[in-house]
């Protein structure tokens, strides 16, 4: 008789962890680009170079975050089809003997 035994799947980060980790990201760049609006305009602050650096990282991260979560949609539906097909063998194997 087949076991079927259950896949660790402790390794895959959660759809929370990973979007908390972007949005605290995402967030810190938005204070820093708010505080080099706030400085640009004092006299003698220039910083509009690092405004513009900062909102292209900022899109940069932000590629990434919709990057990463649609690896792990696409990942938790490989997971889901998975338990179909195991599910389907133990029927199988159930029928055989």
Request: a negative charge.
């Amino acid at each position: 008789m087949n076991s079927v035994q259950a896949v660790d799947r402790s390794h895959i980060p959660t759809r929370p962890l990973i979007t908390a980790y972007f949005q605290y990201r995402v967030d810190d760049f938005e204070d820093r680009i708010d505080c080099f609006e706030e400085r640009d305009t004092l006299p003698d602050e220039d910083m509009r170079v690092a405004i513009a650096k900062a909102r292209s990282e900022l899109k940069q991260l932000k590629k990434e975050r919709d990057a990463e979560l649609a690896r792990l949609k696409e990942e938790e539906q490989v997971i889901l089809d998975e338990h179909s097909s195991v599910n389907m063998a133990v029927i199988i194997d159930a029928l055989e003997n």
